[in-house]
């Protein structure tokens, strides 16, 4: 089992910066791939970013150039770095490790972007 907690939301003005963080506690040798999600109220939960065994990372069209996930999987540790943020980002925040057999999920952050 593993536990994820995440820490780093909260109300930012546009054109602002965070810093999200996710910490996995439990049997996180199985985590190889660590990533973030964002859902809003109505829709689906979409990726973010992943970043597979510390190394490769994936962005969602939206966030490139400004986003930035990195992390260690073996710590079970993973953060976005989030600039020049915008209103359309405003979504609550999900942290995801997988592993070998299991996908867990954090509780979720909010993130506000209003002026």
């Known amino acids: 089992q593993v536990h994820l907690v995440e820490s780093g939301g909260g109300l930012v003005q546009p054109g602002g910066s965070l810093r999200l963080s996710c910490a996995a506690s439990?049997?996180?040798?199985?985590?190889?791939?660590m990533g973030w999600y964002r859902q809003v109220p109505g829709k689906q939960r979409d990726l973010v970013a992943s970043i597979l065994r510390g190394v490769t990372t994936t962005y969602a069209d939206s966030v490139k150039g400004r986003f930035t996930i990195s992390g260690d999987n073996t710590e079970g540790t993973v953060f976005l770095q989030m600039n020049s943020l915008k209103p359309e980002d405003t979504a609550v925040y999900y942290c995801k490790a997988v592993g070998l057999l299991y996908s867990y999920w954090g509780q979720g952050t909010q993130v506000t972007v209003s002026s």
């Open positions: 439990g049997s996180i040798s199985s985590i190889y791939l």
